[in-house]
């Protein structure tokens, strides 16, 4: 999905993909199973929400940058 990425915690990442795995590639955070839980799931899909963080917002280059700056007093 263009402007997404992958959540950079790894080992969040890693939890959520073997929940995918568990369910048979269906979001680990819905209840029901069926055709619209498929991951990435249709909530994502249309309205860009992602309810267990796998995938958020990508940040800008000017994000990355301001976060790693140290702020002055």
Do not use: A, W
């Amino acid at each position: 999905m263009k402007g997404y990425e992958l959540n950079p915690d790894k080992e969040y990442v890693q939890k959520i993909i073997e929940g995918i795995y568990r369910k048979d590639g269906h979001c680990p955070c819905r209840l029901n199973v069926d055709d619209t839980t498929l991951c990435p799931c249709d909530e994502f899909v249309q309205k860009q929400v992602c309810k267990c963080n796998l995938f958020v917002k990508r940040q800008s280059e000017e994000t990355y940058k301001n976060s790693s700056t140290p702020k002055k007093d």
